[in-house]
């Protein structure tokens, strides 16, 4: 697989609901995260818990991808989470807009570096991340 097609079959899972997402994590992956609440490192254990998290709060976790862009075995993407909450399993939320780089190694994602935003209830902001097909 090339590097787009890694990335691309890890935001296509719903994290909530697969058991094997932590498969596509390098062992030596290490995540640089700047967000709304600040920075944050993680590595392979910090993202394996995260994802266990993930399945105790939502029934569904799923990204919707507006940009997958590669250059040799860098992938950027651009996307909005989407999430189905344990306390409203009815309803659909967008939860943060992502713009992500990753370095793909062994077939796996082994560097990543993202900003992230809250989403916020402007139906402009979320059409801007329309799904597209990559």
């Not at 719903?14 to 920075?39: E, M, P, R, T, V």
């Not at 370095?103 to 992230?116: A, P, T, W």
């Amino acid at each position: 697989m090339s590097a787009k097609e890694v990335v691309k079959a890890f935001y296509a899972l719903d994290l909530a609901q697969d058991n094997n997402a932590i498969d596509y994590i390098h062992k030596d992956c290490k995540l640089l995260w700047n967000s709304s609440n600040g920075f944050t490192t993680l590595d392979y254990d910090g993202i394996n818990t995260m994802l266990s998290g993930l399945k105790k709060a939502y029934h569904s976790f799923t990204y919707r991808i507006s940009h997958l862009l590669e250059d040799q075995n860098m992938v950027t993407a651009r996307y909005t989470i989407y999430v189905t909450s344990i306390e409203r399993p009815q309803k659909e939320d967008a939860l943060a807009h992502f713009i992500s780089i990753w370095e793909v190694k062994d077939g796996k994602l082994y560097r990543g570096h993202e900003i992230s935003q809250l989403a916020d209830d402007s139906s402009e902001s979320l059409n801007s991340y329309a799904e597209i097909k990559v």
